[in-house]
């Protein structure tokens, strides 16, 4: 349980952090809440040569409005996003799902850029991210990128971004009035890891749902829409039976893994139920 | 109660335990937290396979590593390579293969060590880990139980020529003719999965070979010191009068630090070899795979009744997983269930079997409850399957069964005597505070709607025994050691007293519970009184704690030493005061002459003149103390009914405790919020056994729940707010009419709830889940009963 050795730096700046990761070549890693790092660590699953601690730069931390979109810094812990004015008016998507990951103590260390980078198919913010049609912007030595959350996540704990880049904010478009929301968080027990997830994202318009984006975690290595659930569900009627009819395609196409929490067929089927349940919630049903 | 606590001011107060602070914080001294100057050290290179052959150990790469002083592998230990002993051989021709602590040649479970790095600091041991370099040639893994029993299986231990370790039969009456005068026979197959204990601080050890007057000094994280000492000194050669054992604060065990182990010898060995202290604490993923883990049986399960209900037999065949090897009492864990099978019921035949096995897995032994967890589900279980078969309600046909609380004290089939029990009152008590019918009704409604969430009620009536044991008892049943319990309580000069007692806590709060005994047999203020405790060099007898003995045992030998302090100080007082101690009376720590209250003097200045001894009655020895060990008469027999409102939401398959009501009679308590506080962490262990946790291993034998983050334990926010309360029979065999209370919950409520996952889902075709009940297992349950029914 004791990490194997490494160098710890932590910059003031982020130019610096950057160099500092590019200077410590693929073996360097970001440090930000430490919460899943740490463990693979001392459980010497990773053995990274150096740690750039990002979590107390303050251009990575805070949560800002910029028009027709909000900006949490990448650093900002689980604790302070789940109780942001910004975030409970503009995605309440969020607060809410932040409210199931782990436990306070976590939630309190843990931050909303780290739980993105480091993309365990089982994490609930990346679902909620790419439901959200969150834009990541990233730092590098050659300066900055912006990428969609649709291209981020790449595969098992991998994403976008290069051994020398750095996650600094993500953007959240705001989606307006007339959109419900829902979190469906399946897990064994309070601070377990989701077995699956579905985040549902609804627009209703007299009576009809116009939109919907369904969301899905831990159904493939990284997280993906249940795309015919989403146009079974446009136009359909805002009822049970409409739903229950679309939601029955949640896990068309999707091959999850068997592990020792669930089997894929049990995956699969919790999809299905609970992308119902999601979806109902979200569209006020 | 008894007559000797005249007063009773303290017995029975829900004070707040004097422990909690420092432990809550942890300002105290875990055995991690003991540094001593110049310690090495140690890590273990631990077995990856489940079982192989060591065909090389190159080591010298980890030499090499800075700061890593020495490395040992079973060859370099030699002579000093002890064994581990088995002190439970249970029946004549039981195989016990040898348990080196090092392995020699071959590796049986993922987590066998098969070296051990020294090195100057922690970080440095660890990391000289990965210049150890075994080779392995893999022998086949022996998981499955019954494939291993089987004709050409792979063996675990070559030498032994087979798998099985012992098998018994133990018939109590005629279970053939039993089951002839029966008009309905129910049977079962139960899984009890392997548990992982997961106490909160792991083990550790630091061994310093220079103690204070050059005895070697053994820290340890273990609930039993004074034991530890024995067997340390059994396996390895060292006197025992050389060895010193402490269990400074030890953070939860469960029956998992009732053990000797192989970590606890090295050091020792070590230590002693090189001159040099030697610690080592256990990481949580060593501990997943190399403290012993619990349960890990199946269980075949007939019970035979009339069409009225009256029960007649019972048979239960168990076949038991040992694991690799033998550790102090694994083989005796299923015997201490065997007289437990019958439960509070009545019946004329039992029949007992039981076949143990070897396989290539962490070994099992003792885990909170030990054998009667196992034995309370299997009856608690097939009851509720044979109402259901009979049609009647699960509490009538219980009712129409049990031991009536006239018919105390009873002697059950299975042979032990029950002194007490009164099952009407508690389950009256339970039913009332449950709101069985409103709940019944509930549970119609929701059948009859259809309800995604289906309602279930589940039932335990249960008892066990405890208070681990009458020493000839247990030298009947072939255990090595006795039973009794031992205490001191020493008034000093100033009026202050020192208990010494052979109990050993870890989580129980003895400290505060042997205060209020003991402030009222000898009349001092429950702050006035300090327990000293788990330190062989401190407090030289005891017998420790596990088996929920430290109070149904050790409570009486609190009394006892504590009227032998009582006595001797009433004839100082009768002395000073020129009176005949016969016309004293102790009241409220005051010795005081009938009718006379003018002449009255205090414990503590009989204690002081105890002291000065300048006016002592002739011939009486100086000081003012009383010693006192006691074998128990019996075991003690707590008992209590359980019920939970189980909803299953029958989608998911997920199962929620709505509600847990328990009230159990634990006898005279003496400090209800422990008592309270021991049913609820008990109750939460057996609710994990149920619906949580189970060690899950692969075909090649690797276990796949080996963190935290795989094995789930539940935690106050997967629990509902249990309702307790209690009745209070005393118990006849203790002089303070108490009972254990340290497992009752984890006994009590496993079944409980799969009785109640089972109810919720009945009406579906549903007549058992497997543990644990999984939100799959549960689900795949019921699809499986529903295309049975269409079928
Ligand atoms: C017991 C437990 C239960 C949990 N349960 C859940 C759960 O149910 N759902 C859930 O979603 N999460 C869960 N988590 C994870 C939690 O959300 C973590 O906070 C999160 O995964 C990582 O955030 P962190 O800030 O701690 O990142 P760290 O652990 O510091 O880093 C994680 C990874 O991201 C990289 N990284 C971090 N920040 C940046 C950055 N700015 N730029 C580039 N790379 C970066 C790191 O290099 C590292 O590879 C749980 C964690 C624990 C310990």
Redesign the interface.
């Known amino acids: 349980?004791?990490p194997?050795?490494f160098d710890y730096v932590r910059p003031d700046s982020l130019a610096d952090a950057v160099s500092a990761l590019s200077g410590g070549g693929e073996d360097a890693k970001v440090l930000a809440g430490g919460q899943s790092l740490m463990p693979m660590l001392r459980?010497r699953l990773a053995s990274p040569t150096l740690l750039v601690d990002c979590s107390r730069l303050a251009e990575l931390r805070g949560i800002s409005d910029d028009g027709d979109a909000i900006v949490i810094g990448a650093s900002t812990p689980h604790h302070d996003v789940m109780h942001d004015p910004l975030v409970m008016a503009h995605a309440p998507l969020i607060a809410r799902t932040t409210a199931m990951v782990a436990?306070p103590a976590i939630r309190h260390r843990g931050t909303f850029g780290g739980s993105l980078a480091h993309a365990d198919p089982a994490g609930d913010l990346p679902t909620v991210s790419l439901v959200l049609g969150a834009q990541m912007v990233l730092a590098g030595p050659n300066g900055r990128r912006t990428v969609a959350a649709s291209d981020f996540f790449v595969d098992y704990f991998t994403t976008a971004l290069e051994p020398d880049e750095i996650l600094v904010s993500v953007r959240i478009p705001k989606l307006g009035a007339g959109w419900g929301y829902d979190y469906q968080k399946?897990h064994?027990?309070?601070?377990?890891?989701a077995?699956v997830g579905v985040a549902a994202a609804v627009r209703r318009e007299n009576g009809t749902i116009a939109e919907a984006r369904v969301g899905l975690t831990n159904m493939a290595a990284s997280p993906g829409r249940a795309a015919t659930t989403e146009s079974a569900l446009a136009g359909a009627a805002a009822n049970v039976d409409a739903i229950a009819a679309a939601a029955a395609h949640a896990a068309d196409g999707t091959n999850p893994t068997s592990d020792?929490?669930?089997?894929a067929d049990?995956r699969q089927?919790?999809a299905r139920?609970?992308t119902g349940r999601a979806v109902r919630v979200a569209a006020g049903v | 109660m008894t007559a000797t606590v005249e007063h009773v001011a303290n017995i029975g107060r829900p004070l707040r335990r004097k422990e909690d602070a420092r432990l809550l914080t942890g300002q105290t001294q875990w055995t991690d937290s003991i540094k001593l100057p110049g310690a090495l050290h140690m890590t273990l290179v631990r077995s990856p396979v489940a079982h192989a052959r060591i065909t090389s150990v190159d080591k010298s790469a980890a030499e090499a590593m800075p700061n890593v002083v020495a490395v040992f592998t079973a060859a370099d230990l030699g002579d000093l390579n002890a064994r581990i002993p088995c002190v439970w051989p249970v029946t004549d021709d039981i195989v016990m293969p040898e348990f080196p602590v090092l392995a020699i040649d071959e590796v049986r479970h993922v987590g066998d060590v098969v070296a051990a790095v020294l090195a100057t600091d922690?970080?440095s041991a660890?990391?000289a880990l990965e210049g150890v370099h075994v080779e392995y040639d893999t022998l086949p893994a022996v998981g499955d139980l019954e494939a291993a029993l089987a004709d050409g299986a792979s063996l675990v231990h070559s030498s032994a020529g087979t798998n099985q370790c012992y098998t018994m039969n133990v018939p109590n009456g005629d279970y053939a003719a039993a089951k002839a005068a029966s008009d309905v026979v129910v049977s079962r197959r139960f899984i009890q999965q392997r548990l992982i204990p997961s106490p909160m601080e792991p083990r550790a050890v630091a061994v310093s070979p220079m103690g204070t007057s050059g005895e070697l000094t053994v820290w340890s994280a273990t609930q039993i010191p004074h034991v530890l000492r024995v067997l340390l000194a059994l396996s390895t050669g060292i006197p025992e009068n050389r060895l010193r054992v402490i269990a400074p604060d030890v953070g939860g065990g469960f029956g998992a630090k009732l053990q000797l182990y192989r970590e606890e010898i090295l050091a020792l060995v070590l230590a002693n070899k090189l001159g040099r202290p030697v610690k080592w604490t256990e990481?949580?993923?060593e501990n997943m795979v190399a403290t012993h883990h619990g349960r890990g049986q199946i269980q075949d399960i007939e019970i035979a009744a009339t069409k009225d209900g009256i029960l007649k037999g019972l048979k239960v065949t168990l076949t038991a997983d040992m694991g690799a090897y033998l550790q102090i009492i694994t083989p005796g864990i299923p015997l201490l269930g065997m007289f437990m099978y019958n439960g509070i019921y009545k019946m004329d035949a039992y029949d007992f079997s039981c076949t143990a096995v070897f396989t290539t897995k962490t070994p099992t032994d003792a885990y909170r409850g030990a054998g009667r967890p196992e034995s309370t589900y299997a009856i608690e279980r097939i009851m509720d399957e044979l109402a259901a078969e009979l049609g009647m309600d699960p509490l009538g046909l219980r009712r129409k069964n049990w031991i009536t609380h006239e018919e105390f004290p009873y002697t059950t089939i299975a042979g032990l005597t029950y002194d007490t029990g009164n099952y009407e009152a508690a389950t009256a008590r339970a039913l009332e505070l449950f709101g069985y019918d409103e709940l019944r009704a509930e549970q119609k409604r929701r059948r009859d709607s259809g309800d995604v969430v289906q309602l279930g009620i589940g039932v335990s009536t249960f008892t066990e025994m405890c208070g681990l044991a009458p020493s000839r008892t247990l030298g009947a049943l072939k255990y090595v050691a006795g039973g009794w319990e031992n205490c001191t309580i020493r008034v000093l000069p100033l009026g202050k007293v020192e208990l010494v007692t052979g109990t050993s806590p870890h989580g129980q709060g003895h400290e505060t519970a042997w205060s209020q005994i003991a402030a009222d047999v000898i009349g001092v203020p429950v702050e006035d009184i300090e327990i000293i405790h788990g330190d062989t060099g401190r407090a030289p007898y005891g017998m420790d704690t596990y088996g929920s003995r430290s109070l149904a045992v050790g409570g009486q030998a609190i009394l006892r030493a504590g009227e032998k302090v009582v006595e001797k100080a009433k004839l100082i007082a009768a002395h000073q005061m020129e009176a005949n101690p016969d016309d004293l009376e102790f009241v409220d720590g005051a010795f005081r002459v009938k009718g006379d209250p003018e002449r009255s003097t205090t414990i503590q200045a009989v204690a002081f003149e105890a002291f000065t001894a300048h006016n002592l009655p002739d011939g009486m020895e100086p000081t003012l103390s009383g010693e006192s060990t006691v074998d128990p008469a019996d075991f003690s027999f707590p008992h209590g009914t359980h019920l939970a409102a189980i909803e299953v939401d029958t989608?998911?398959g997920?199962a929620t405790v709505r509600k847990y009501v328990c009230v159990d009679d634990v006898g005279v308590q003496i400090n209800p919020m422990i008592v309270e506080g021991q049913v609820h962490g008990g109750v939460a262990q057996g609710i994990g056994q149920a619906l949580?946790e189970g060690a899950?291993y692969d075909d090649d034998g690797n276990l796949?729940?080996a963190?935290l983050?795989?094995y789930?334990?539940?935690?106050a926010?997967?629990l509902p707010s249990f309702i307790t309360d209690q009745t209070v029979t005393p118990s006849t065999t203790h002089p303070l009419g108490t009972k254990g209370v340290g497992e009752a919950g984890a006994i009590a409520s496993t079944p409980a709830i799969i009785n109640g996952v089972v109810d919720a889902l009945r009406h579906l075709g549903v007549t058992d889940v497997t543990m644990p009940a999984?939100?799959?297992a549960v689900?795949?349950t019921i699809v499986a009963a529903q295309s049975g029914a269409q079928a």
Do not use: C, G, N
Request: glycine residues 0%; hydrophobic residues 45%; proline residues 4%.
């Open positions: 349980m004791i194997a050795t459980i436990d399946f064994r027990t309070a601070q377990a890891w077995i020792l929490h669930a089997k049990f089927h919790l139920v609970l | 922690a970080a660890e990391d990481t949580r993923s989608e998911t997920k949580y899950e796949l729940t963190t983050a795989d789930l334990i539940p935690s926010a997967d999984t939100p799959e689900w795949r």
